[in-house]
């Protein structure tokens, strides 16, 4: 049986494109950011993933939850959080203007992961596993190697050269995050709410890195303020390692 969202109708289960944008920087978002470089320590940096709409009454409070790890002394050293927008309570009367179809098919696939029957919001993700309780991910003890993004001249370079990621094909997942949106609601469960939102994933592409490399062009939405990467084995979910950081 295909996992089906909690009171509403059953969805089908569609893959994960794979998909790359191939964009020039605008100029004015070029001079801001120049040359950008983040890189991971070699210790685990957690993914916090959280699954959300602005259709879902529930999703108010986990969103607040959210924005407040802007604050965190930790942020993008030890953990990376990021929230996926899905479409599925869009027919309840509002369309979700950051949600997407392939956000909905990653957390229907996590679902099938974990052979659970329903998908729900607001539904956290750690590093690849349901997490029931909103909680600040604690220092990890693995060490699966560094892992280095340079952003420059509308491309982006990344490089993992330590621990077995860098002795095998893995995959490299970039999104761009958005920061202090807010939406005027005027229809379905959050009638009337301004909601403010931060760590809203805006684009996602992944590629391939051969033997721990891969440089290609990539696309930064101009309402990004901040860049998220994780790598993984081909084809899975669950992150490896993961990397992020400000672009301002």
């Known amino acids: ?44 940096v957690h993914l916090l993933e959280l699954f959300t709409s ?18 965190e002394p930790r942020l993008w050293k030890d953990f ?12 309840l009367g509002w369309r979700d203007p950051f949600a997407s179809k392939e956000w909905t098919a990653r957390q229907y696939q996590y679902s099938v992961n ?45 490089e993992s050269n330590s621990g077995n990621s860098a002795k095998r094909d893995v995959a490299l997942h970039l999104a761009t995050l958005g920061f202090d949106l807010t939406t005027k609601i005027t229809a379905g469960e959050n009638n009337g709410r301004n909601l403010h939102q931060d760590f809203v994933v805006l684009s996602l592409a992944s590629e391939k890195m051969s033997n721990g490399k891969a ?17 993984t084995e081909p084809n899975q979910l669950e992150p490896i390692q993961a990397v992020g950081g400000w672009l301002r």
Do not use: N
């Open 1 to 44: 049986m295909s996992p089906k969202p909690r009171h509403i109708h059953k969805q089908k289960l569609s893959a994960i494109h794979r998909f790359t944008f191939v964009l020039w920087f605008s100029a004015a978002l070029t001079a801001a950011a120049g040359d950008l470089k983040f890189e991971s320590g070699p210790q685990r």
């Open 215 to 231: 440089e290609f062009s990539f696309t930064l939405d101009a309402r990004a303020g901040a860049i998220a990467a994780w790598i």
């Open 114 to 158: 974990w052979k659970i029957e329903t998908v729900y919001t607001p539904g956290f993700v750690l590093d690849g596993r349901e997490l029931l309780e909103r909680t600040v991910p604690s220092l990890s003890s693995e060490r699966p190697g560094v892992l280095r993004l340079s952003l420059a001249d509308g491309k982006i370079a990344a």
């Open 54 to 71: 602005e259709g879902c009454s529930s999703c108010p409070p986990a969103e607040a939850w959210l924005s407040k790890m802007k604050a």
């Open 80 to 91: 990376v959080p990021i929230a996926f927008h899905v479409d599925y309570w869009d027919r």
